[in-house]
């Protein structure tokens, strides 16, 4: 692994030199496209991509939770969190490209 972090303005690159749109083109596409699948997921949807993976909002209920350098229980309040599920598709790619040289 080498450690690098794809950013926005990583992609909009990437936009930029496939899609031949201006780069101020490439950031407003990604910046839509992120700003869409981000409401979705506010108003509690699934958002599927097809061949990269699926992202949906789980709720979570109030459990207990012991601090770890104390060990106190800690009450932990109910939440939503972000769940990514990574396709099959997905998931073969990136196991084909450890298994290569």
Known sequence: MTGRTVTRADLSEAVYQEVGLSRNESAELVESVLSEISDALVRGEVVKISSFGSFSVR????????NPKTGEEVPILPRRVLVFRASHVLK???NRRLLSP
Do not use: A, L, Y
């Not at 979570?60 to 012991?66: A, L, P, Q, S």
């Open 59 to 66: 709720q979570k209920g109030e459990r207990i939770g012991r």
């Open 92 to 94: 073969n790619r990136i």
